[in-house]
């Protein structure tokens, strides 16, 4: 089954304690992408990566950082969370067309105290 | 730059009465169009999605999605609404030809409420 798994699924943490949220995919997609989502905001890309060893910053990537070692994992790291960084987060991918469609993971909702 | 605007926050429908959602985008050229649906607690899942042809597109769960490219818009619609299709609604749009990792941009989604 096809699948994108993320962990975890709800965090609390306290502002600077660094954290890591894992992303790994079996579908052999070459791209994989962190998204946030609030409020009416819909959807804001994170952090992209196109292959191993290749990311790029999305539309909000400050206070975030990424990884691709492996073609199925792209973990998320928050290396000194902020409160403004409570949300819901979500990792996707899809293949390489264009026209192709984005698989989800279930999300993970952070919460920065 | 390409922009996708959703401009209801929420949808009212009574069931069995037709729905409608409505998108629209901006594109320097021409665009890929997804609509993806989030039940609580889930990740998005994809409905369908326009690449060229036939300007009605047919999804999943009976939606389907009419293109009109001189309004620039992308409407989800069912003709018979069910309690269940009660969730969020985000469309998406991608330019073709555009292949950089930060391809897709999503509106602010659309809760559709469905009720008895």
């Known amino acids: 089954e096809a699948q994108v798994t993320q962990n975890p699924r709800y965090l609390i943490t306290v502002t600077g304690k660094k954290l890591t949220v894992t992303c790994s995919q079996n579908m052999n997609h070459e791209y994989m992408s962190w998204y946030r989502q609030d409020p009416g905001l819909g959807l804001r890309q994170i952090y992209y990566?196109?292959?191993?060893?290749?990311?790029d910053k999305g539309d909000v990537p400050e206070g975030y950082k990424v990884s691709r070692k492996e073609k199925r994992n792209f973990p998320l790291i928050l290396e000194s969370p902020s409160p403004n960084q409570t949300s819901l987060y979500f990792c996707?991918?899809?293949?390489?067309?264009?026209?192709?469609?984005?698989?989800f993971g279930e999300g993970s909702r952070l919460t920065v105290l | 730059a390409q922009s996708v605007a959703q401009p209801e926050d929420q949808v009212n429908v009574a069931e069995g009465n037709p729905l409608t959602v409505k998108c629209t985008y901006s594109v320097s050229g021409n665009p890929y169009l997804f609509w993806y649906v989030q039940y609580p607690n889930r990740g998005l899942q994809f409905l369908l999605k326009y690449i060229t042809g036939d300007n009605l597109v047919k999804g999943s769960y009976g939606f389907e999605a009419e293109f009109n490219k001189s309004q620039t818009s992308f409407h989800l619609k069912k003709p018979s609404a069910l309690v269940s299709d009660s969730a969020l609604y985000f469309c998406a749009v991608r330019e073709i030809g555009n292949n950089a990792g930060n391809m897709l941009t999503f509106g602010g989604g659309t809760r559709l409420m469905v009720k008895p």
């Open positions: 990566s196109m292959n191993v060893e290749v990311t």
């Open positions: 996707a991918t899809h293949r390489t067309s264009g026209a192709g469609e984005l698989f």
